[in-house]
């Protein structure tokens, strides 16, 4: 009997499948529909306190209740909780006891950054500016040279707080760093790129124009924080309370002629943070209870008392637990996760730190990354075969497009999630997310079919996962 090699090809051997050679047009159709909002959210989501914020009306408007420990919860009701404005709890309880485990989706909403010094306000040869922090990685020349707004928050010392958010609006000026004119930069031009703009020159332009007493040495510096002062009520002194905050100013934007991409500040991680929003409020009756937290520091380490590093989240399900009755330890051992954060998507113009077999790419859907860490697997959570085979069980369930990748070649770098910390209660986890081009740039890009795999990828983890 003659071997039918094509038959078994299709049987044994794996392809990956590129979303727009396989979907339906109508699910295209779904997935550019999808990410309409999704823009929207990354627009009012630029920092953490915003993304919380903007979840937090998105959870409402779903039905969700501030949670409150004195209560007794059943199957189908929807709770919230908010860890200190930057950290949000979303939670729908399941059919089944909660010592049956959680399943828990986890993304981060911080995003690299330029963040005001605790002091940053000077003057220098009759220009004002705002001294930064770099936070994050980041490749420093990206930020020169580009249109800035800045957001966030400042408390006074009577605990009044104000929130800014100037250069978004079409009729908002906006903010600036300069960089040095090709005529003269020969120097700089012989220097790496990480040595050609430093952390100390990453100073904002913020005016040039003094007040109108001669005397006043400062008077640009003076203007500006009187302009502040007449708008928001604050003073110099005040900035030392404040979280204040440069990003790229402007909106998420479609990309190329057929609109299948989106670019934008902030995908890393707001990307997967929104298909978790949607899939918790998607769910049907649901039997294990579902979990999605927004936490905050991911890109520092996740350290503080906002990031995972913290007890914040499993101190809390540990308040769910007892409130239920049962014994914490039990819910841990017998939850899953999924580490929603992204991956580096294969980008053909720099193919020397790619391993091409094991790499991600758009429109090829929701990367599932084994592992991360870098070299020798240094940081990372390596998630069991057993746990693998149950998310590969729950995506083909439910026909979602999904791939298998990698950061990118084993000695080149690497990179870590908040699946070590996850897993440091005993709870299986694994990372999946989206894949970006650009990832930690100022403007990053994804892919439309990518963004509404994710969603699709999460819901069937909530439903299938018993």
Known sequence: ???????????????????????????????F????????????????????????????????????????????????????????????????????GINFSIAHIDSPRLDLKPNPLYESENMAFFDTHYYGGIKK?????LPLALHGTVVKTNGESVDITVGEDEKDPIFYITDLLPHLGADQMKKTLGEGISGESLNVLIGSMP?????????????????????????????????????????????????????????????????????????????????????????????????????????FVEDLSVSAGVNPRGVFRNSRCVSADVNAAYDPAF???????????????????????????????????????????????RDVLWQMGELGKVDVGGGGTVAKYVAKFNIDVVDVGVPVLSMHAPVEAVSKLDVYSAYKGILAFFEELK
């Not at 299709?10 to 997935?31: P, Q, W």
């Not at 009306?57 to 007794?72: V, Y």
């Not at 939670?91 to 010592?99: E, R, T």
């Not at 859907?365 to 070299?375: C, E, M, N, Q, S």
């Open 211 to 315: 007040v109108e007493d001669e005397k006043i040495s400062n008077g640009v510096k003076l203007r500006a924080i009187q302009l502040m002062n007449e708008k928001y009520g604050i003073t110099e002194a005040d900035l030392m309370s404040a979280e204040l905050t440069f990003v790229p100013a402007g909106n998420a934007r479609d990309i190329g002629f057929d609109r299948s991409l989106i670019a934008s500040y902030g995908h890393d991680d707001r990307v997967c943070a929104y298909p978790s929003l949607k899939a918790i409020f998607d769910c049907g009756d649901i039997d294990r209870t579902a979990l999605v937290c927004l936490t905050d520091k991911e890109e520092i380490g996740s350290l503080g008392n906002t990031g995972l590093d913290s007890n914040y989240l499993f101190d």
């Open 141 to 145: 020349y990206q930020w020169v040279t």
């Open 33 to 100: 529909a999808f990410c309409e909002p999704y823009k929207s959210y990354l627009d009012a989501s630029k920092t953490e306190r915003e993304a919380v914020k903007a979840s937090l009306a998105l959870a409402i408007k779903a039905g969700f209740e501030e949670w409150d420990e004195k209560k007794t919860y059943k199957a189908g009701d929807k709770v919230y909780y908010v860890n200190r404005g930057k950290a949000i709890i979303l939670v729908k309880f399941g059919k089944n006891s909660l010592d049956n």
């Open 351 to 397: 193919p020397e730190v790619y391993e091409k077999n094991n790499s991600s790419y758009i429109n090829c859907g929701l990367v599932v990354t084994k592992y991360t860490g870098a070299r020798g697997k240094s940081g990372s959570s390596d998630a069991s075969a057993e746990f693998m085979a149950e998310i590969r069980r729950a995506f083909d369930s």
């Open 1 to 31: 009997m003659k071997t039918d090699y094509e038959k078994l090809e299709k049987e044994l051997i794996y392809k990956r499948k590129n979303g727009f050679r396989t979907m339906a047009k109508k699910e295209i159709k779904e997935a």
